[in-house]
């Protein structure tokens, strides 16, 4: 006889196990290391999200479905099972179903080639006889881009980017990339836990609250390591010269690998210096350093206060001309700059290679605004003291707005403000309000698209 389904009265997230009694042991020990604190004494933040996504792979369940070796779907809470923090959160979300945060709809956003399983496994999971499937508002299961899923859960719920929080476990490819749409995102890389939970939703209130156009595209890691392309200090822990690597830690104990060749011209290393750094993640998944310079020891990062905000690479001339006020609107072949709201300040970057057009901008000039040479060569060069590779600049963005094929040709007003003509103009025309230079460069390594840097709240300019 076939082994029934077993279809728990409490919906509990355990990790997934193998059909043997020893690897069902080892799942549930698992997943009970992962179980935390408690919903019920916590003070419930403001402003809450109007769409809670969460992957289902060692976010909501676990193993995940690939490592299954089997034919046949997973049986719940034998070979899957859910994480108990999972469990608790739901329970909760389902008896304060009729108070605010229990209003919150629910979403999944998986990318598997297990589909077929992933929802069947959502109606076998239950909390109290309710299925798990039925307490989302929206599904994606499906392989490919997790921007493709988020793109079709706000066609269907109609909740902006801003207004959504996503939950995943994978930070290389899934988060940074989801978090680029100015998404905030939850790093869960052992299963969701109530702590990173809490902490999610406190900081969407908080960045909520902040401002009219807020940045949401933050990534709240489990632990307080600095996010992915952030700029941080702390002090070398460990370096050979020999073997040319070593390791830096941060104000919070985190280590961090860097190899000699990621070590800026002039800097020095040894244990004990303090140096500042660019956060990243190499090719074998570790925390890696760019080591960027030598700071007074007496500098530390935990007291000062930084901010997370949009950002977008420009390349030269383009960066110092938008800068300089010459260049009034950002023209893309892309949709990028839709997903902000008219009045968000974005962090512009330049990036290492200059434009491959080095004359347009300077015939249009010369015959629309009359510049001579020197006048050219004044507002296209970066101010002293700044150089390609870092953050130079804020803008405030304005409206976001397609024009025709016509538009391009006979818009003269349009070619002086983009600095373009014709089909050098991309279809999607942003108007910027205003461009302020930073008090100072601060280095950084670029990203396509519209992507999220941490960068310390003396670096910009003054109101």
């Not at 020990?29 to 109007?50: C, G, Q, T, Y």
């Not at 104000?251 to 990243?280: D, I, L, N, R």
């Not at 006979?410 to 942003?430: E, H, N, P, Q, W």
Request: aromatic content about 8%; glycine content about 6%; some cysteine.
């Amino acid at each position: 006889m076939p082994p029934v389904r077993k279809q728990p009265t409490k919906l509990s997230l355990k990790i997934v196990a193998s059909v043997s009694s020893d690897q069902e042991t080892n799942s549930k020990e698992k997943a009970e290391a992962a179980s935390s604190s408690s919903l019920d004494d916590w003070e419930i933040p403001p402003v809450l999200p109007k769409l809670l996504v969460f992957d289902l792979d060692n976010t909501i369940w676990t193993p995940e479905l690939y490592q299954i070796r089997q034919p046949r779907c997973p049986l719940v809470d034998r070979d899957i099972s859910l994480f108990p923090d999972v469990r608790k959160l739901l329970e909760h979300l389902l008896q304060n179903k009729e108070t605010d945060i229990g209003r919150i709809p629910l979403a999944i956003a998986s990318r598997t080639n297990k589909g077929q399983w992933a929802r069947q496994l959502l109606k076998d999971f239950k909390i109290e006889e309710i299925s798990l499937g039925s307490m989302m508002a929206a599904t994606e299961i499906e392989t490919g881009s997790k921007k493709v899923h988020m793109a079709n859960l706000r066609k269907a719920t109609g909740v902006t980017y801003q207004e959504m929080i996503f939950f995943d476990d994978d930070v290389r490819l899934n988060l940074k990339e989801i978090s680029q749409l100015g998404l905030l995102c939850g790093h869960c890389p052992k299963g969701l836990t109530l702590d990173l939970f809490k902490k999610t939703l406190e900081q969407y209130s908080k960045l909520q609250s902040s401002s009219d156009t807020p940045w949401m595209g933050e990534i709240i890691k489990a632990h307080d390591v600095a996010s992915q392309g952030s700029i941080t200090t702390g002090k070398v822990d460990y370096f050979n010269p020999g073997k040319k690597f070593g390791f830096v830690k941060d104000v919070g104990g985190e280590s961090y690998f860097f190899h000699e060749s990621k070590v800026a011209q002039g800097v020095q290393v040894q244990k004990g210096s303090t140096v500042e750094f660019e956060c990243m993640v190499d090719s074998q998944g570790r925390n890696a350093a760019a080591i960027l310079r030598n700071i007074d020891g007496s500098v530390k990062s935990a007291n000062l206060k930084q901010v997370t905000m949009p950002c977008f690479t420009m390349s030269q001339p383009f960066a110092a001309l938008l800068l300089n006020g010459i260049k009034t609107i950002e023209s893309r072949n892309n949709d990028m700059f839709t997903a902000l709201t008219p009045g968000t300040k974005v962090l512009l970057h330049a990036g290492r290679k200059d434009w491959h057009d080095q004359e347009t901008y300077k015939d249009i000039l010369a015959k629309d605004a009359e510049f001579d040479n020197d006048q050219l060569m004044k507002v296209a060069q970066l101010r002293k003291g700044f150089e390609k590779g870092q953050i130079l600049g804020v803008i405030t963005i304005g409206i976001t707005y397609q024009v025709s094929s016509q538009e391009k040709k006979m818009d003269l007003k349009l070619r002086r403000s983009v600095l373009a003509y014709g089909d050098g103009i991309g279809t999607y025309c942003t108007e910027i309000r205003s461009a302020k230079w930073l008090p100072r460069g601060v280095p950084f390594r670029g990203q396509p698209g519209i992507y999220s840097a941490t960068i310390d709240e003396n670096s910009l300019p003054k109101e």
